[in-house]
T-cell receptor, first 113, second 116 residues
Framework: DQQVKQNSPSLSVQEGRISILNCDYT??????FLWYKKYPAEGPTFLIS?????DKNEDGRFTVFLNKSAKHLSLHIVPSQPGDSAVYFC????????????FGTGTRLKVLA | GAVVSQHPSWVICKSGTSVKIECRSL??????MFWYRQFPKQSLMLMAT?????????EQGVEKDKFLINHASLTLSTLTVTSAHPEDSSFYIC????????????FGNGTRLTVT
């Protein structure tokens, strides 16, 4: 049972344009969400997070949007740069009960120069 | 801050031997450490959660006798893959946290295990 899903395994975007990565979840108990960036043979690097009390959080070129009713979140990268090319994972957790983070299947982003 | 170091970064071992992977939090005390496994082109699968000084909590389907986890101090957790087999070949990643829930996890750089 995949509680966190990223339905697009890959995405290609032109440099300077917007990259939009999507993530869906099924567990309504999730109330804290994160995006990580990962290069091959390395551990994930934290990018940005959002609590369920918000619907938007922005940090530089990265913005995360949360739609609780749709159980959907997205990561926007504007403008996209070649160095953004990596695999992006969304993750979800609950701030009560069992303390663990569940990861999505990842989206490979390729930013074309 | 919040640096997690994992060692070794890669290891090759023969079938039937055991391999120990170390995870250290370098600049903070990690009350909780998580061990993940990643198969090629797949998600990070949570294997177990360990709290300092107590037994690890394993996810369903993960054999606790095969993947021994020790969290003896607030800065060190170890994962031992016992009697390794080729199907145990994978990328193992640890993460640590010193915060209550609702804060990011910090990850090590992972260990590529190849069992021949």
């Amino acid at each position: 049972d995949q509680q966190v899903k990223q339905n697009s395994p890959s995405l290609s975007v032109q440099e300077g344009r917007i990259s939009i990565l999507n993530c869906d979840y099924t567990n309504s108990m999730f109330d804290y969400f994160l995006w990580y960036k990962k290069y091959p043979a390395e551990g994930p690097t934290f990018l940005i997070s959002i609590s369920s009390i918000k619907d938007k959080n922005e940090d530089g070129r990265f913005t995360v949007f949360l739609n609780k009713s749709a159980k959907h979140l997205s990561l926007h990268i504007v403008p996209s740069q070649p160095g953004d090319s990596a695999v992006y994972f969304c993750a979800a957790s609950t701030t009560s009960g069992t303390y663990k983070y569940i990861f999505g299947t990842g989206t490979r982003l390729k930013v074309l120069a | 801050g919040a640096v997690v170091s994992q060692h070794p970064s890669w290891v090759i071992c023969k079938s039937g031997t055991s391999v120990k992977i170390e995870c250290r939090s370098l600049d903070f005390q990690a009350t909780t450490m998580f061990w993940y496994r990643q198969f090629p082109k797949q998600s990070l699968m949570l294997m177990a959660t360990s709290n300092e000084g107590s037994k690890a909590t394993y996810e369903q389907g993960v054999e606790k006798d095969k993947f021994l986890i020790n969290h003896a101090s607030l800065t060190l957790s170890t994962l031992t893959v016992t009697s390794a087999h080729p199907e145990d070949s994978s990328f193992y990643i640890c993460s640590a946290s010193n915060q209550p829930t609702g804060s990011p996890l910090h990850f090590g750089n992972g260990t590529r295990l190849t069992v021949t």
